[in-house]
């Protein structure tokens, strides 16, 4: 078998893309699996979903040029969550809160590590911190 | 060999004092043994970064032209409301307050972006804050409204003066019911789903001085970036509580209420925060250091992470209704380890206090004692002990008429 491409992205959907099909002709064009992590289709906004989107490399790669020519919008899930380096004290109260273990305290300097590939965008940690250092960035 | 504080300070001014943080005088005592390092080392380094809401900061604005008397009417800080009942224009402005527009836990669980600690970072880091006062006006003070920016640097005394600090060990905090619950503790999932804890453990400085032998009243300490005192014993100071052999507190127990010059202090190590569908506080950075005067305290400046036992409180049931009973006993090795045994399950622990920024404020409070620019201050009074009778009482309800 051959190895499979896997990525987690976010699409951004222009209002006039949101009652298409798209992510439909992904599976049915390209053979493409995807797991939803995320989604919101607001009316007069913009439709967003963030993907896990798996398959053979060739394929995946024509699946990403198809989305682009439509007009989707794709950045990578990685960039969206980020962590102010000045607010945040390290206190590690988000780490039991996170449910992928992307956020982790590293037991010898007791600073809290933010994995940005575990991330899944849930937003949990948003809230949760108390000098709301996690920010979201969409 | 018994030694002084003053002998210290003499050591201090001479560049020859050994001073170590308390993480570090856990490996030295483990090597050298008790007397040895009793007789080598001068001070040991305590730091502790936490919320802490008994905090808050009293200004004097200076007389605007016309006067006004402030006291006794209003007073907001960037729409914070500030407490007036003094003179003319002092105020205090307490860490917990919410801006009158706050919709609270209306939308629950409200977000409290913005209060009275975010108002002391903001005028900590130098911004300009908007003050907002009304009055009823007298025949001295006839001003009746004052509309005006301010800035620290132009105030004549801006004073950080709180309550209740550093407490000495504190409760882990879980939630046994079946939904989410919003606490000063964190975010508590339901079943069991995680342990929230807040002490610098083995950094903390109450608890590397559990008796108060050298931590009293008049103990210059690291505060807020600058140097502060201990004013007075904290609020709800209770050294009654149980304790181990080794004399550190099972429960919560001692406080310090602590004062200093906000205008020297500096903004990472005082921080606003947001407790999610609970309120404002305040994280605030204090480090103690503890004169190594004898072998006994010594030996309790070099307790472990393991030495010091907490409790595991529920906060879905028993702490709302003020019911005593804990849930099993810990200790802060157990508790920093990520995961705790609670009625035979695994559950995560998280921290509210950031031991890596307690590590931080030892090793800053140690470097100051070692360049000669803090001197140690012997303790005025002590504070209440174990076998004081001082304890933490409940309030008596009783009807009024």
């Known amino acids: 078998m051959k190895k499979q491409h896997s990525e987690r992205i976010v699409l951004h959907f222009p209002h006039r893309l949101v009652d298409q099909p798209i992510v439909y002709k992904l599976i049915k064009d390209f053979d493409l699996q995807f797991n939803i992590l995320k989604a919101y289709v607001t009316p007069r906004e913009e439709g967003l979903m963030v993907l896990e989107l798996t398959g053979d490399k060739e394929n995946y790669d024509k699946g990403i040029a198809y989305l682009k020519k439509c007009g989707v919008k794709i950045q990578p899930l990685s960039k969206d969550i980020i962590r102010n380096e000045v607010k945040c004290t390290d206190c590690g109260v988000c780490v039991p809160i996170c449910p992928t273990g992307a956020l982790a305290v590293d037991y010898l300097t007791r600073k809290v590590h933010f994995y940005k590939n575990k991330c899944i965008a849930c937003e949990l940690c948003i809230k949760a911190c108390p000098t709301r250092a996690m920010e979201i960035n969409f | ?401």
């Open chain 2, 1 to 401: 060999m018994a030694k002084t504080i003053k002998e210290i300070n003499e050591k201090i001014k001479k560049g020859q004092v050994v001073v170590v943080t308390a993480e570090e005088i856990i490996d030295i005592v483990e090597k050298k043994g008790i007397s040895k390092t009793a007789a080598e080392v001068d001070v040991v380094t305590t730091g502790t970064f936490g919320p802490m809401c008994s905090s808050g900061a009293y200004f004097n604005i200076g007389h605007a032209k016309p006067r006004i008397k402030i006291g006794g009417g209003t007073c907001t800080l960037n729409d914070v409301p500030a407490y007036t009942g003094f003179a003319a224009v002092d105020i205090y402005l307490g860490a917990t307050a919410l801006p009158e527009s706050d919709p609270l836990n209306k939308v629950y669980p409200g977000e409290f972006k913005y209060g009275g600690g975010h108002v002391i970072q903001d005028l900590v880091s130098g911004k300009d804050i908007a003050l907002k006062a009304t009055a009823y006006g007298t025949d001295c003070y006839p001003r009746k409204s004052l509309e005006t920016l301010i800035n620290i640097k132009d105030l004549n005394e801006a004073v950080l003066f709180n309550l209740r600090n550093c407490y000495q060990n504190y409760n882990v905090a879980v939630n046994l019911s079946d939904r989410m619950i919003y606490t000063y503790m964190g975010v508590l999932k339901p079943n069991l789903g995680n342990a929230n804890f807040c002490s610098a453990g083995q950094l903390s400085p109450l608890l590397k001085d559990p008796n108060y032998k050298t931590i009293g009243i008049g103990t210059k300490i690291f505060l807020g970036g600058a140097v502060g005192y201990v004013a007075w014993w904290g609020t709800q100071h209770d050294p009654s509580v149980k304790r181990k052999a080794n004399g550190v507190p099972q429960a919560p127990a001692g406080t310090l209420a602590v004062i200093g010059d906000l205008k020297q202090m500096k903004p990472e190590w005082l921080m606003g925060t947001s407790m999610l569908g609970y309120g404002v506080t305040l994280t605030v950075g204090i480090g103690v250091p503890i004169p190594i005067l004898n072998e006994e305290i010594c030996k309790a400046s070099a307790l472990r992470d393991e030495d010091i036992y907490t409790q595991i409180v529920d906060y879905s049931e028993a702490y709302p209704n003020c019911k005593s009973g804990s849930l099993g006993e810990v200790n802060y090795k157990q508790l920093n380890s990520g995961s705790i045994k609670v009625k035979n399950k695994d559950v995560p622990t998280g921290a509210l206090s950031s031991y890596s920024k307690a590590r931080e404020i030892s090793q800053e409070l140690k470097s100051w004692i070692k360049k000669g620019k803090f001197q140690l201050t012997e303790k005025v009074v002590s504070l209440p002990s174990s076998e004081s009778g001082y304890s933490f009482k409940p309030l008596k309800e009783r009807p009024i008429g």
